[in-house]
């Protein structure tokens, strides 16, 4: 089955997985998604967040016709079994889905005076290793639906800052994985990255002097929005003619 120049389109919407989906960008995404009438499936590991999150969606979508709440699977991804919980989390609870978004995980502060194998295996665990595999066991259903994966990377793979050797380290991972996996799975599946700046400083409170000097570092000289993620998200998703590739944004 070859990868055509258009997304197959389904009545009810193509489902898309957001995984990481109670995080700012992955709330950010859900919306729009089921905003333009396509469905999202949830995962993430906040039971409660989840729930809100699939309530939220359902009353916002009933306008582009989602009938019920959004389904959710509750996941650890830093566990061994993340993967098998999932994709059973899918088959029983939705069927197939056609797209996975990747906006998960945690930014872990690594001083690296104290960077610890711990620090890197549990990064690498959440940022890389599962998402990969997660990939891999839904590849089928991913295929028949001629479907795509889009992963939210970090522009410090490419420029890297201090304090978070663990987190950049799992975050380059990720990109070369997906890459390797865009050719493994082509042409019936795309995988493709959106490769970010700043959106939010977790450490703003701590010093907004950081802040200020992190976003005057940057073209543009501010932060960006999750409008703007989005907004390259969802043309990353629909670029039919796109597979492997990494679009930088917030230089
Ligand atoms: N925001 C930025 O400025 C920025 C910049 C560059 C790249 N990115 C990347 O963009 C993505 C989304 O960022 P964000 O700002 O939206 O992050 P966020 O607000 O911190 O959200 C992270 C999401 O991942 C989930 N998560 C965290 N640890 C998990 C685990 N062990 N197992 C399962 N789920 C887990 C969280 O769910 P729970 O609450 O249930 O744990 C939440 O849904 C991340 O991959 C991040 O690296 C963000």
């Known amino acids: 089955m070859a990868t ?28 729009a998604l089921v905003a333009r009438g396509d469905r999202v499936a949830l995962t993430a590991r906040d039971p409660n967040k989840l729930e809100a999150m699939s309530a939220e969606l359902h009353d916002s979508g009933r306008a582009a016709g989602m009938r019920a709440p959004a389904p959710f699977v509750v996941a650890d991804l830093t566990k061994p079994d993340a993967v098998e919980t999932i994709a059973h989390g899918v088959r029983t609870k939705i069927g197939a889905i056609d797209d996975v978004i990747l906006a998960c995980g945690p930014f872990p502060r690594t001083p690296f005076e104290t960077l610890s194998r711990e620090d890197l295996l549990h990064t690498l ?23 795509a994966v889009i992963a939210l990377g970090d522009s410090g793979t490419s420029r890297p800052y201090t304090n978070h050797v663990a987190y950049l380290t799992a975050k380059g991972a990720l990109k070369t994985g997906l890459r390797a996996l865009a050719e493994e799975l082509a042409p019936d599946v795309r995988v493709n990255m959106v ?38 998200v969802l043309a990353l998703l629909d670029s039919t003619w796109a597979t492997g590739e990494v679009w930088s944004i917030g230089r």
């Open 195 to 232: 490769q970010l700046g700043i959106v939010a400083d977790p450490e703003a409170d701590a010093d907004p002097l950081r802040t200020h000097r992190l976003a005057a570092r940057s073209a543009l000289g501010r932060f960006g929005t999750p409008e703007e993620v989005v907004h390259v």
């Open 4 to 31: 055509g120049s258009e997304r197959p389109q389904k009545a009810s919407g193509r489902m898309t997985l957001v995984v990481g989906a109670t995080g700012r960008l992955g709330v950010a995404i859900s919306r």
């Open 125 to 147: 665990t959440v940022h890389a290793v599962t998402p990969l595999l997660l990939v891999s066991a839904l590849a089928k259903d991913l295929a028949k639906a001629n479907g």
